[in-house]
């Protein structure tokens, strides 16, 4: 116990400044009032699908937890189930396996929900494309909000998709 | 030559790895397979290919291992009737290969015992096969519901938890059928191929360059290691060398792949038996080791650094200094954090005893990679097959025989600081000159190659066929999930529930790799 302590104490914080929203990122006007994005803003559960990726954007995702970019000391958290979730982060190409998974995720998730597609694949399909495996983009299968572009993209840039997502729209 | 049977008359492979290949009659298939299994030999690949455009029909490709190298089997197909025997009961792994291969390519293996479709669920109609070269995805085009027949476990209070294909946690999807007595699981069977996004027939319309860029996208987490053994099959069937300070560069991004994938999998464990402590730990080595790798290489996964022909990054002096330090910190603090996992009585409890596959079981279904040293599978690409320039590294091969989660986490601590001990290696043999590719525009036409690579996971190999005008006609990456995930159906049995997540972690097996 007083190794971890002591290393605790050694490490001390790691957490950087959170990114700001970038209007950019946005392909759908901002569909949610401002009480429910303050709301939000304080407490956002966060239900990841992988929908046919090729796993590095899930690795950047999990960076996002990390002591760098501390996502859960702005209040986000991932949760265990889209019925807990108000934002859906999809990865990946949709895969025609993943295709009805996804859709019945998305269903799943209770109103208001947004989605942010993470990756160069989940925008138009990237370099798997569209196939007779692949529906190609997330945007074809569900309604997206936020895109974050990068192959992978950074935690950064993750961060800042989701954190666009919840802001008011300039 | 690694095999001796009075039909196979091997040729030898140009490349970096000691390799053969020859034409067999179906006859011979099982005999030559059986003689390889109880030389100790293993299965590392099956899968097949079209040539009905050139009149050659159908070929399957079985990719055999012994001490002496790789031996690739080409068995022709007649083009209206494409059955082969089937091996799966000399390597069980072969099961989901040939069922795989069925499924794209529509080969089957005779009087296998289990002919369930496996990477197709409902994208195109059973009767038509993507691998074709005459397949019409239009047509071809389905929506049917994936209707699987699996196992029923029955008996008094047996039920089943069925978990995915969307999982919860930050990870791949597949599907989890559990039959459970109270906590405890009798039973475990996978239902993968959700990701399966049509990567194989991607690459046939690809230039050289771009199937490089592919190629490390088959699994990210192994991106360098794809890349590499992508490299090497093209360099071998042109017959070029890349560059000697390249091929140093390539094993320095190996390396460093492999502490990243392992520091971010130790974390993981630490975090799986309730220890946040160590995730939160082994996360911020990581992340720092990710920055070092975008401010000297550009990339933080080393992405597109590794062409065919040789590499796309260079290290300075100052990026030197920087691994050097970089390698003195993580030693140091990976020790000391090894020391508070060792001594750590929760941990080890959960650790100890949990998911153990027993060294005879682990040879008898081919585990591989730092799973299979774990149970005393002693296979390492790197140690047995030592391609420049891990032939100057003398790499020590990490291995363990208790096979439980507790010899996995031994495993990926030996195999973090001797890929520290490595690196330094390298850095001090990075000299001279400052060529970083040789150029490879274009394939010789009709060439076979194959490429094999260490990857942190296990044993990463690429296959490419050339056709007539040097385009890429077949390329077939192969994971070592597709041998390791059968494992660990078997891992789980009489172990419970709540510890499923962290045997699952302790091997990470990729979804996307084994999905293509």
């Keep these: ?170 | 030559m690694p095999i001796k049977h009075p039909n196979l008359q091997p040729e030898p492979m140009n490349g970096a790895i000691p390799a053969w290949h020859g034409k067999i009659a179906a006859g011979d298939l099982q005999p030559i397979c059986q003689g390889v299994r109880d030389g100790g030999g293993r299965l590392l690949a099956l899968w097949g290919s079209d040539w009905r455009v050139t009149q050659h029909g159908f070929v399957l490709h079985t990719l055999l291992v012994n001490e002496a190298g790789l031996v690739c089997l080409n068995l022709p197909l007649a083009e209206d009737h494409p059955v082969y025997p089937d091996i799966s009961h000399i390597f069980p792994q072969a099961n989901r290969m040939q069922r795989a291969a069925y499924d794209l390519l529509g080969i089957y293996a005779h009087e296998g015992g289990d002919h369930r479709k496996w990477l197709r669920h409902g994208a195109w109609h059973s009767g038509s096969f993507p691998l074709r070269k005459d397949f019409d995805a239009a047509q071809s085009r389905s929506d049917e519901l994936d209707a699987y027949p699996f196992v029923h476990v029955e008996g008094t209070g047996v039920h089943e938890i069925p978990v995915g294909p969307v999982h919860a946690g930050i990870i791949e999807p597949g599907h989890f059928r559990f039959s459970v007595v109270g906590e405890k699981m009798l039973r475990l069977e996978q239902r993968l191929g959700y990701t399966h996004k049509g990567i194989e027939k991607r690459f046939e319309s690809m230039t050289l360059q771009q199937g490089a860029k592919l190629a490390g996208r088959v699994s990210g987490d192994s991106s360098v290691a794809y890349a590499w053994a992508y490299a090497m099959a093209a360099e071998g069937i042109a017959g070029i060398t890349p560059p000697a300070r390249a091929l140093w560069l390539r094993a320095l991004f190996l390396e460093r792949e492999r502490v990243a994938n392992h520091l971010g999998d130790l974390g993981y464990l630490g975090s799986d038996v309730a220890l946040s402590f160590g995730f939160a730990q082994f996360w911020i080595l990581k992340e720092q080791m990710l920055r070092n790798n975008a401010a000297l290489f550009g990339h933080r996964y080393l992405m597109d650094r590794i062409i065919p022909g040789g590499v796309t990054a260079d290290l300075s002096a100052e990026g030197r200094r920087m691994i050097e330090e970089e390698c003195a910190m993580l030693e140091r603090e990976v020790r000391l954090l090894r020391g508070i996992y060792d001594d750590h009585a929760g941990v080890q409890d959960r650790f100890i005893g949990a998911g153990r596959i027993e060294p005879k079981l682990a040879a008898q279904l081919g585990l591989c990679g730092l799973a299979g040293r774990a149970s005393a599978q002693a296979w390492d690409a790197r140690v047995q097959f030592p391609c420049a320039p891990y032939d100057r590294l003398d790499v020590q091969m990490a291995t363990y025989r208790n096979g439980d989660v507790a010899a996995r986490v031994i495993v990926r601590f030996d195999e973090l600081l001797e890929s520290l001990r490595l690196q330094r290696e390298i850095l001090v043999n990075l000299t001279g000159g400052d060529e970083l590719a040789m150029p490879l525009e274009k394939l010789p036409g009709n060439g076979f190659g194959v490429g094999m690579v260490e990857g942190w996971r296990g044993e990463v190999m690429v296959a490419v066929h050339s056709n007539a005008q040097g385009n890429l006609a077949r390329v077939h990456p192969h994971d070592p999930s597709w041998q390791n995930w059968p494992v660990l159906e078997h891992a789980v049995l009489d172990n419970i529930v709540p510890d499923f997540p962290l045997i699952n972690k302790s091997f990470n097996l990729s979804y996307s790799g084994q999905d293509l």
């Excluded at chain 1, 990390?66 to 991932?78: M, Q, R, S, T, V």
């Design chain 1, 1 to 170: 116990m007083y190794q971890i302590l002591k290393q605790i104490v050694k490490t001390g914080i790691k957490t950087e400044a959170a990114p700001q929203p970038d209007e950019a990122m946005r392909v759908e006007p901002q569909r949610l009032q401002q009480q429910i994005l303050d709301v939000l803003g304080r407490a956002l559960a966060i239900r990841h699908v992988d929908a046919g990726s090729c796993n590095a954007c899930q690795l950047e995702i999990q960076a996002v937890n990390n002591a760098y970019y501390n996502i859960e000391g702005l209040g986000i958290k991932f949760v265990a189930s889209p019925r807990h979730a108000d934002i859906l982060l999809v990865t990946g190409p949709v895969s025609r396996h993943m295709e009805t998974a996804l859709k019945l995720t998305y269903d799943a998730t209770p109103e208001p929900k947004l989605v942010v597609a993470i990756g160069d694949c989940a925008r138009d399909g990237g370099i798997f494309g569209a196939s007779y495996a692949s529906c190609g983009g997330v945007a074809s299968v569900i309604p997206v909000d936020v895109m974050v572009s990068g192959c992978p993209p950074t935690p950064s840039a993750i961060l800042q998709g989701i954190l666009t997502a919840i802001s008011a729209q300039k």
